[in-house]
């Protein structure tokens, strides 16, 4: 399965993005089911993974609490089985990074950066506000 480095726009959002390392090409159908299919931009193969199919399902469960049922789906959508390579989804050219090739490494590889399994992100819930952070402002004598 691809593994690759990419920048997601949370939401759709242009203006709030971030950078995921080590997404596999399941947990990458997920995030373009969670953020719209072109939210995925600067996308890098940088490992191919042997991985169990229902090992990887348990995983983005865990990962996903509040998405379980996009994450059923995908699964049942497709035989039992996530796509195990980034060109299953229909990506375009420019969503790729600069001179990227999907291909990636030609063999398996099992760099040590890349985990056997991703700790589950804690989730948000919806309309929950952000801790506030206080602005410390000195007092400038004129």
């Known amino acids: 399965m691809?593994?690759?480095?990419?920048?997601?726009?949370?939401?759709?959002?242009?203006?709030?993005?971030?950078?995921?390392?080590?997404?596999?090409?399941?947990?990458?159908a997920v995030l373009?089911?969670?953020?719209?299919?072109?939210?995925?931009?600067?996308?890098?193969?940088?490992?191919r993974k042997r991985v169990d199919q229902k090992a990887e399902r348990e995983r983005l469960l865990l990962a996903y609490p509040s998405h379980q049922k996009i994450v059923q789906e995908l699964w049942r959508d497709n035989g039992g089985k996530f796509p195990a390579d980034a060109r299953?989804?229909?990506l375009k050219s420019t969503q790729l990074a600069r001179d990227e090739e999907l291909d990636g490494p030609s063999a398996?590889?099992?760099?040590?950066?890349?985990?056997?399994?991703?700790?589950?992100?804690?989730?948000?819930?919806?309309?929950?506000?952000?801790p506030r952070v206080r602005e410390h402002v000195a007092d400038i004598g004129d």
């Open 2 to 28: 691809h593994v690759v480095t990419c920048t997601i726009a949370i939401g759709g959002d242009q203006n709030n993005k971030l950078v995921k390392h080590n997404v596999t090409a399941a947990e990458l």
């Open 32 to 47: 373009q089911q969670l953020h719209g299919h072109d939210s995925i931009t600067d996308l890098k193969v940088t490992a």
């Open 88 to 90: 299953d989804l229909n």
């Open 108 to 130: 398996y590889t099992e760099p040590d950066d890349v985990p056997d399994s991703v700790a589950p992100v804690p989730s948000v819930s919806r309309g929950a506000k952000a």
